[in-house]
Structure formats: structure tokens, C-alpha cells
Nanobody, 115 residues
Framework: QVQLVESGGGLVQPGGSLKLACAAS????????MGWYRQAPGKQRELVADITSSGTTDYADSVKGRFTISRDNAKNTVYLQMNSLRPEDTAVYYCNRRLRPLWGWGQGTQVTVSS
């Protein structure tokens, strides 16, 4: 079973930036389309960005132009660079496979955007 560990969250002012990282155990990481998801209080978890094994990316409209997903297959790690953060980006951020069956969820990393 692949284990996922997210990191890099924190408290940031509107307009600020953060870079999240998600490390996956095991050697199969490079085979899969990976996604970053987020869940705000009282809302369902949503996909915000995904990246294929070769680096093709896609983004939710709400983050397009502000967030950049990338991956390092040698390090089994996927990243999310978040710029121009807004209060509505406040959520717990998770990574996982883009397509089912999903792996078990990690603990996530909290991102809070507030002045």
C-alpha cells in the first residue's frame, strides 16, 4: 500500500505564496497520474490540479494561472506551487492518484489564507 505524506502548508496573507510537497512511498508512483485535492470546512473534497507521468498538467478553473503542479519521479514527490493566494483557497490539501482506485489518504496539510 502506498503511503502519502503532505507538507508545506501554513498561514499566509492574501496574495502570498506557498509550495506544498507530497511524498509517496514505493516505486509505482511514476506510473500514475497524480492530483492535488483540497477540502474546505463544510465542503466536499475537490480536485484542483493533476499531472501525468510525463508532465502534462490540468487545473481547476478556480486556480488556473495561480497554481502550478509538478513532479519529481526520481523522488516520488509531487509539488503544488501556489501563488496569489486568496482566502477562498483556505483548506486542507491532499495528494492522491487522479483516477480510481485511489490510495489511502494522507493526513493532508493545512493552508490558511488570512490577514
Amino acid at each position: 500500500q502506498v503511503q502519502l505524506v503532505e507538507s508545506g502548508g501554513g498561514l499566509v496573507q492574501p496574495g502570498g505564496s506557498l509550495k506544498l510537497a507530497c511524498a509517496a512511498s514505493g516505486s509505482v508512483f511514476r506510473l500514475y497520474v497524480m492530483g492535488w485535492y483540497r477540502q474546505a470546512p463544510g465542503k466536499q473534497r475537490e480536485l484542483v490540479a493533476d499531472i501525468t507521468s510525463s508532465g502534462t498538467t490540468d487545473y481547476a478553473d478556480s486556480v488556473k494561472g495561480r497554481f502550478t503542479i509538478s513532479r519529481d519521479n526520481a523522488k516520488n514527490t509531487v509539488y503544488l506551487q501556489m501563488n496569489s493566494l486568496r482566502p477562498e483557497d483556505t483548506a486542507v490539501y491532499y495528494c492522491n492518484r487522479r483516477l480510481r482506485p485511489l490510495w489511502g489518504w494522507g493526513q493532508g496539510t493545512q493552508v490558511t489564507v488570512s490577514s
